[in-house]
């Protein structure tokens, strides 16, 4: 398994809070992704970074920041949280040129905002 | 809007038939195009992936068909069985930017 570790696993929080969620990698890959995973909508790119400090947003990236200030480090705030950002979360990394664009998952973060 | 339309959303298949999902994109600067397993409570993994210069790629029982005038792909499993019963997801990757974008899903049942 790719080196990808997911922090928390689990998370409840109340609306209004803060929270981070923490994707890290040891394979020195160029490429994260943090997605968010909701029945019928399929995976949702919120935001990636091709590099350190080097971001874009997705396709959902409205209530949510990232920031990249290492390699193996890719943080993911939800400045305050809405019941709607309740999710799964799954961060990605990839390599470009290696393989067909492909992207080895995290095991996901469960978070529940009440 | 979704970039990357992808259908069913689900499908029941008896075993060792064919399961067929399909998908369909609009932005011409995707260049890669893969598909991804995944299974309960665990991240998607790569199954099978396609450039589009190609107009089918097997690996065993799967394949990819691509026709990029469509702008559509989709994925044949073979001799479906119930262990490929899981979600598949398409996906288009923009390899200048890095950007990758699934579909929707589609959540597969292979009845024994």
């Known amino acids: 398994d790719a080196g990808i570790t997911q922090s928390p696993r689990h998370k409840v929080t109340e609306t209004g809070t803060p929270v981070t969620l923490r994707c890290h990698q040891t394979?020195?890959?160029?490429?994260m992704y943090w997605y968010r995973q909701d029945p019928g909508h399929g995976l949702r790119l919120i935001h990636y970074?091709?590099?350190?400090?080097?971001?874009d947003k997705g396709e959902v990236s409205d209530g949510y920041s990232v920031s990249r200030s290492k390699t193996e480090d890719f943080l993911l705030t939800l400045e305050s949280a809405t019941s709607s950002q309740t999710s799964v979360y799954f961060c990605a990394i990839s390599e470009p040129g290696q393989g067909f664009g492909e992207a080895f998952f995290g095991q996901g973060t469960r978070l529940t905002v009440v | 809007q979704q970039q990357v339309k992808q259908s069913p959303q689900s499908l029941i298949v008896q075993k060792g038939g064919i399961s067929i999902i399909n998908c369909a994109y609009e932005?011409?600067?995707?260049?890669?195009f893969p598909w991804y397993q995944q299974f309960p409570g665990k991240g998607p993994a790569l199954l099978i992936a396609i450039r589009p210069d190609v107009s089918e790629k097997k690996e065993g029982r799967f394949t990819i068909s691509f026709n990029k005038s469509a702008k559509q792909f989709s994925l044949h499993i073979m001799d479906s069985q119930p262990g490929d019963s899981a979600t598949y997801f398409c996906a288009a990757l923009e390899n200048q930017g890095g950007k990758l974008i699934f579909g929707q899903g589609t959540e597969l049942s292979v009845k024994p």
């Open positions: 394979e020195n890959h160029r490429y």
């Open positions: 970074s091709y590099g350190v400090k080097d971001t």
């Open positions: 932005n011409t600067a995707f260049d890669y």
